[in-house]
């Protein structure tokens, strides 16, 4: 399983970034290692929660830039 960072804003109405570390080996062999960001406007465990399944769906290779995934419920409260 990846680790997971977590980076305050630089000032006070910045977000907060969380990053996946590790993701990419998942699918090196197949030449197609991502990592994952996720900014969220305040501090929110949730974003480790979505990083995880981010890279967990990834691990069968179908990621890619403008693909979505299914969570099953809206990403943030509020959000449609």
Avoid: C, N
Wanted: charged share 15%; glycine share 12%; no cysteine.
């Amino acid at each position: 399983m990846p680790v997971k960072l977590r980076i305050a804003p630089a000032r006070q109405s910045g977000v907060w970034t969380y990053v996946s570390v590790g993701a990419w080996a998942a699918t090196e062999d197949q030449g197609r290692g991502l990592e994952f960001v996720i900014v969220m406007p305040v501090e929110d465990p949730r974003a480790f929660e979505l990083l995880a399944m981010t890279a967990y769906y990834h691990r069968g290779g179908t990621l890619g830039l403008g693909h979505t995934l299914p969570i099953g419920e809206p990403w943030l409260p509020g959000s449609p």
